[in-house]
Each structure stands twice: as structure tokens, then as C-alpha cells.
């Protein structure tokens, strides 16, 4: 054989060597993404790693290592990860979006330290607008200005001529002017609706300051924003949305929004899924029609469709209207506005949930968080049936992943309650970063073991899905998971973080993040994990999130952002 090898010409053997190379190319995969030499976080429930991800259409089509998928598939784009983290694109299961957007082109008073430092950026806004027009805008925090909440003075003093509205950051109270509450026949004879509190100063006149439906009663009047602000607020979350590697968004009782998703869909601008969620409040028969018309579009809803119906059970622990089963610590004549009668409340949800919704109830204090739970649990014992007359083994309940979003203040007796009834608990750790300042004092030693407890849910088996609030809290996905992490403030305060027992590690924060959060909006098989046969909806870290100390977290970023199998925000 040598001698027979030892007879073929030089060039006949490389001709030959070159051939096979070429026949061996063909048998190379052409596919659309390769990510490689990296740090492939799956967010499985093993936190399995990988080096490499195939990509092709919006398709993940392998995962494994550099050299296996480097010598399997031929790439339009080869990524060297040169050792950067990807994990699956966040979930937000709890945001705002057109809110996000609106917040961007109305007066922005998150942050204003004092008083008067939320009069300079009102007044500057007012001289962009014109005599007579509205003042809109949200993000005051009057725990930030020792307590004392504004009145309608502080605004007159600045807007004379122009109606002024101003929601609370946590969205729940509202700021009027005089001339607002004019406008609105508001006055100190007017009656609180239900669920709701005017504010009165020491002359028993009114303050300007509305509580929780009570604001109803100025925003009715306040001008709808148009169509055309809403598409532009909806532009510009999106592209806020990108920088934080946020590839899909739940939230929002924005039904008539969805013509502007749809024709951003349409013009393939849609650069985020999105669950748009309905409005509890309506007729179920209303409801139902909604669903219809929905269905009836056929849009793909990998890429827009319906998610919970969103209602409220009470308000906030920075307003106090909370509903909680003893008063607040700080104030001891108050428990907090429920927004219904309990009955009435459960009531709804039953229908509702007999109706085949997936519910969505917005409760903070453990009273409330225990109506929604009662309700849950009546609601399921009303539709669960028995499929041949025999016992609970043959007993049938159609799956409706009810929720209750914030879920911030629940009494020990009832987290498992929220296993039992396959109830996910949607949380924003960033709220637990915020409200620490004051959260102590409203709920006491005792409650407050029970604030904010991501990982005792967890530790109950429960299912934990992670989003912002945004506008309420920041868009910044780093900082939820920071929030998650450390349990402390952007300042490192307190060094071993508030209630620490609550902290997570980064892989079960990243996991709430994406897995559960698509889990909570049934699309666990289509998203939240990478590997094959999910959508490549990925993001590369600038930083590695699961090595790096707590306060590198809030300087990470995106360095890509993969939506759909495209590369739709790249760092550099």
C-alpha cells in the first residue's frame, strides 16, 4: 500500500486534499447566528453552562461547545463571546410600557429630593407649554420630603393659569392645583368614591391631594393622550427596552394600543413581545368581546397577544392605603383602603375565572393579598369538576395560573397558600430597595419578615416571576437583579443588605427573570431558557453577572441584544 501511495503524483494527492475539504465544508449546517467562546447561561432549572449557541431564522437550533458547533455550522455571523456571559432575554412581568414611554414626554419628578426641587422642574415644563394647557407627569415621593405631603398651594404658586396633575410614584395618589380641581367640580363637599380618600388641610378645605379612586375624580376630565403621543411613547420604550436587553414586556391595561403594537409588528419595528393585559374592572361580557376581536386579528402571538386581566385589590405602603389586617404601625388609626368589600371582590374573580381569564391582582398588604387568595381559592372550588364521579384523584380544574402582582406584604399562614393554589407571585425586587427607608416603621418588627420575601415564596415552592413596575421603579434590569442579590441601595446601604435572609443567588434571580417570568404568561416552551427549539431572544453582558461583587451589577450591560434571532442593540 505505501508503494502503491509512494507511485501517485504530489499534485494528484493535494488536488485530492482539497476536493475533500471542499466536500467537507458542504457538509457544514448554514445557519443565520453563531455565538461562541463564551459563557452560555441555559437559566434551566439545573443552571446548566454552555460555550456556544446556534442560531438560524428566530430559532435556537443548538447549544454545547465552541468547537463542536464551530465545526457543525457555517454562520452568516460568528460572534466570538471572547468569554462574555449570555443568558436568555428578560422578561419583564410587570411593567408599564406605554407608561415608560408617556413618563419620557411629560414632567419627570422620580428622583426630586425636595419640594422645591419638584416646583423648578414643574415650572420649567410649564414655560414649554402654552396658557391653559394640562401639566401631566408623575414620580413625587413625599417620604423623600420628610413626610409632609405637597398641596394644592405649592402648585398654584407656579401654575396659576395652567391645571396641574401629578400622580405618586408608586402611581396611587394624585397632586392637583386649584384650577384643576375647579375644572373638576371638585370640592370640599364632594364625597370620596369607594376605594378611595380626599385629603383635607387644618381649615378643612381641600389639600389638592387625592387618594386611590378618589383620583378619578380629576383624572376623568384629564385630556386622553393621542394616538400619536402614544405610538411616539411606545417608540421610545422600545428603544429603552433594548438597552436593558428587555425582549419581552407583560403589562398595562392598554387594549387600545394594540392598532399601534400591531402596526409596529406589521412594519417589523416590534423589537419586544408583548402581553397586553385587560382591564378587570369591565363586564366580563365585554371582557369576552375583547378576547374575540383579538383572537379574530390572528396575530402571531409569539409576538403580541392578551395576558392577564389586571385589577386592583388596594393600594400602596408608601401612601398607606395598603389594605392590611392591623393597622399600620405608624399610624395606628389606619389599615389601609381596600378598593372593594371583600364578597364583592370575590365575587368578580369567581366570574372571571369561570369565564376562562387568567387574573392578575395587583394586592400589597397581607389583607389584601389574602381577599385575592380567598378568591382564587373559591374561584377554583366553583370550576373544578370530577371527570368519572369518583375521588380528588379524578378531580379536573382547567390550569389558569392566576397572579398577584407585588405580592409585598403576606402573612406566614398564607405562602403556602400560594403553592396550593398555583398562584405566581410577581415581584419587582426594586421596590424592596426603595421602600426599606420607610418599610420598617409602616409594618413593624414582626410584618416585616414577612415584606418583600421573594425567597421564602420560593422556599415554598411557589412560582416567582420578576419585573419593574417601570415607570414606578426604573427600567434598568440590572438593577432588579441587583435589588434581588444584595437587598441593599444603589449606595451599598445596609452592608449586609435589609433582611438578608430574602436575598437570592444570581442564578435563581436570572431565572425568575426570564423562565418563570414567561411561565407566568404560559410561554415557558417558547422562551425564558436557552436551548434548542426556543426563541433566540438572548442578551451578551458586559460584565460576568454571576461572578462579579454585588456593586459591579449596576455598571453592567448589554453589549448585544439578540431579538428574534437578530442582533437589534450592539455596545461596540
Request: glycine share 8%.
Amino acid at each position: 500500500m505505501r508503494a502503491l501511495i509512494k507511485k501517485i503524483p504530489l499534485s494528484v494527492l493535494m488536488i485530492s486534499m482539497v476536493l475533500s475539504s471542499a466536500v467537507f465544508a458542504q457538509t457544514k449546517q448554514n445557519i443565520d447566528l453563531l455565538l461562541h467562546n463564551g459563557k452560555v447561561f441555559s437559566a434551566d432549572e439545573n443552571g446548566t453552562m454552555y460555550e456556544a449557541v446556534a442560531v438560524d431564522g428566530e430559532k435556537i437550533v443548538a447549544v454545547g461547545s465552541s468547537k463542536d458547533l464551530q465545526a457543525k455550522y457555517n454562520a452568516k455571523r460568528s460572534i466570538d463571546l471572547k468569554g462574555k456571559l449570555v443568558t436568555p432575554g428578560f422578561n419583564d412581568a410587570h411593567i408599564h410600557f406605554v407608561g415608560v414611554g408617556l413618563a419620557l414626554l411629560r414632567v419627570d419628578l422620580v428622583g426630586s429630593l425636595t419640594l422645591d426641587e419638584a416646583k423648578r422642574r414643574i415650572a420649567a415644563k410649564i414655560k414649554e407649554l402654552p396658557k391653559g394647557a394640562w401639566v401631566l407627569g408623575r414620580g413625587w415621593d413625599h417620604t423623600l420630603w420628610n413626610n409632609r405631603l405637597p398641596t394644592r398651594q405649592d402648585l398654584d404658586d407656579i401654575a396659576p393659569d395652567n391645571p396641574v396633575y401629578l400622580q405618586r410614584v408608586d402611581g396611587h395618589i394624585a397632586w392637583a392645583n386649584s384650577l384643576a380641581l375647579k375644572l373638576a367640580n371638585v370640592t370640599k363637599d364632594t364625597k370620596a368614591p369607594e376605594g378611595g380618600e380626599l385629603v383635607f388641610d387644618d381649615k378643612g378645605e381641600l389639600s389638592g391631594v387625592l387618594k386611590e379612586t378618589a383620583q378619578g375624580l380629576v383624572g376623568r376630565i384629564v385630556p386622553e393622550p393621542t394616538a400619536e403621543e402614544v405610538a411616539k411613547g411606545i417608540e421610545l420604550a422600545l428603544e429603552q427596552a433594548k438597552r436593558y436587553g428587555l425582549t419581552s414586556v407583560q403589562g398595562g391595561a392598554d387594549y387600545e394600543a394594540i392598532p399601534l403594537y400591531r402596526k409596529l409588528l406589521d412594519e417589523d419595528k416590534l423589537t419586544a413581545r408583548v402581553a397586553v393585559w385587560q382591564n378587570f374592572e369591565l363586564p366580563v361580557e365585554t371582557l369576552k368581546r375583547q378576547r374575540d376581536d383579538f383572537q379574530a386579528l390572528k396575530i402571531n402571538p409569539s409576538h403580541l397577544k392578551l395576558g392577564i386581566l389586571k385589577g386592583f385589590v388596594d393600594g400602596t405602603l408608601g401612601s398607606r392605603t395598603a389594605a392590611m389586617l392591623a393597622p399600620f404601625s405608624d399610624d395606628p388609626g389606619n389599615s389601609g383602603i381596600p378598593r372593594r368589600a371583600a364578597d364583592e371582590m370575590i365575587k368578580m374573580i369567581v366570574e372571571r375565572d369561570a369565564a376562562g381569564f387568567q387574573i392578575g391582582l395587583h394586592a400589597i398588604g397581607d389583607r389584601a393579598n389574602r381577599i385575592a387568595l380567598d378568591g382564587f381559592e373559591k374561584g377554583r372550588k366553583e370550576s373544578t369538576f370530577r371527570t368519572d364521579g369518583g375521588g380528588p384523584e379524578n378531580e379536573f380544574y382547567v390550569e389558569k395560573r392566576h397572579r398577584i402582582e407585588h405580592a409585598q406584604v403576606v402573612a406566614p399562614s398564607d405562602f403556602k397558600r400560594f403553592a396550593e393554589l398555583g398562584v405566581i407571585a410577581s415581584m419587582q425586587p426594586s421596590h424592596a430597595i426603595s421602600d426599606k427607608r420607610w418599610a420598617g416603621e409602616r409594618l413593624g418588627e414582626y410584618r416585616v419578615l414577612g415584606a418583600y420575601s421573594w425567597h421564602t415564596f420560593m422556599a415554598n415552592n411557589v412560582h416567582v416571576a420578576f419585573g419593574t413596575d417601570a415607570p414606578v421603579e426604573s427600567l434598568d434590569t440590572y438593577q432588579t437583579l441587583y435589588a434581588a442579590v444584595s437587598r441593599q441601595d444603589i449606595s451599598g446601604d445596609p452592608a449586609n443588605g435589609w433582611q438578608p435572609q430574602e436575598k437570592l443567588s444570581m442564578k435563581d434571580a436570572i431565572r425568575s427573570y426570564t423562565y418563570e417570568s414567561a411561565y407566568a404568561e404560559f410561554a415557558e416552551k417558547e422562551k425564558g431558557e436557552i436551548k434548542v427549539g426556543m426563541l433566540a431572544d438572548l442578551v451578551v453582558h458586559s460584565k460576568d453577572l454571576l461572578t462579579i461583587p454585588h456593586k459591579e451589577i449596576l455598571t453592567t450591560e448589554p453589549v448585544y441584544t439578540i431579538f428574534n434571532g437578530k442582533v437589534i442593540y450592539q455596545k461596540y
